[in-house]
T-cell receptor, first 113, second 112 residues
Framework: EAQVTQNPRYLITVTGKKLTVTCSQNMNHEYMSWYRQDPGLGLRQIYYSMNVEVTDKGDVPEGYKVSRKEKRNFPLILESPSPNQTSLYFC????????????FGPGTRLLVL | SQQGEEDPQALSIQEGENATMNCSYKTSINNLQWYRQNSGRGLVHLILIRSNEREKHSGRLRVTLDTSKKSSSLLITASRAADTASYFCATDAGQGAQKLVFGQGTRLTINP
C-alpha cells in the first residue's frame, strides 16, 4: 500500500530536549515536504526536499532542521524545542510532475512544555 | 505567506443538501488542489484543476476555476454525514520550486 508514515504520532516533551520526527514514504517520490498546522493559520511549509541531499527552507523554517540522506526518508529535527513549536506536523511526498498530487502522512501531534 | 483564502470558514447544512466552498488566491498559479481533512488526521487529496481548465468533476465533487477572478469553488452534491470534515484549497504557484500554499480551510458539518 502506497503511504507516508510518521513517527511518533504523539509526543510530549520539554523545552530544549532535542527530538526527531521521522517520515518515510514507499512511493519512490523525489519530492518531500514538512508542514505544521496551527488553528487559524492553516498549513505552513517548514522545509522541503526536491531529491536526496537537496533541501530548502519553506515559510517557517526557524527552529527546525531536516536531512535527506535517502530518497524514502525525510526526518524533521528540533534541536532545542520551544513551546511555540507545539503544533500538528505533517510530512508529505509527491512525484515532481506538477500534475501529481501530494500524499500526506497521518500527522504528529507535538506538545512542548 | 498564505495565498488561498477559503470562504466560508464554517458551513453547516442538512444531509442531502449541496455544499459550496470558495477559495480565492493572489498570484498566478500552475494548478489548484482541494484536500479534505477529517478531525486531527492527515489531508486527503480530492481533486486537482490546472490553470488552463475551468471545471472538473469527480463523483459528487465539482470544482470550478476562474483565473481572471483568481478564485475557485468546490461543490459537494447530495451531501452525506461522512462528508463532515475540513476542506482546504492549495495553490501551486510555481516560481521554480514546487510548493503548495494552503488556505485556512472551511469546516463543513453535515447534520443528519
Amino acid at each position: 500500500e502506497a503511504q507516508v508514515t510518521q513517527n511518533p504520532r504523539y509526543l510530549i516533551t520539554v523545552t530544549g530536549k532535542k527530538l526527531t520526527v521521522t517520515c518515510s514514504q514507499n512511493m519512490n517520490h523525489e519530492y518531500m515536504s514538512w508542514y505544521r498546522q496551527d488553528p487559524g493559520l492553516g498549513l505552513r511549509q517548514i522545509y522541503y526536499s526536491m531529491n536526496v541531499e537537496v533541501t530548502d527552507k519553506g515559510d517557517v523554517p526557524e527552529g527546525y532542521k531536516v536531512s535527506r540522506k535517502e530518497k524514502r526518508n525525510f526526518p524533521l529535527i528540533l534541536e532545542s524545542p520551544s513551546p511555540n513549536q507545539t503544533s500538528l506536523y505533517f510530512c508529505a511526498s509527491k512525484h515532481p510532475d506538477r500534475r501529481e498530487t501530494q500524499y500526506f502522512g497521518p500527522g504528529t501531534r507535538l506538545l512542548v512544555l | 505567506s498564505q495565498q488561498g483564502e477559503e470562504d466560508p470558514q464554517a458551513l453547516s447544512i442538512q444531509e442531502g443538501e449541496n455544499a459550496t466552498m470558495n477559495c480565492s488566491y493572489k498570484t498566478s498559479i500552475n494548478n489548484l488542489q482541494w484536500y479534505r481533512q477529517n478531525s486531527g488526521r492527515g489531508l486527503v487529496h480530492l481533486i486537482l484543476i490546472r490553470s488552463n481548465e475551468r471545471e472538473k468533476h469527480s463523483g459528487r465533487l465539482r470544482v470550478t476555476l476562474d483565473t481572471s477572478k483568481k478564485s475557485s469553488s468546490l461543490l459537494i452534491t447530495a451531501s452525506r454525514a461522512a462528508d463532515t470534515a475540513s476542506y482546504f484549497c492549495a495553490t501551486d504557484a510555481g516560481q521554480g520550486a514546487q510548493k503548495l500554499v494552503f488556505g485556512q480551510g472551511t469546516r463543513l458539518t453535515i447534520n443528519p
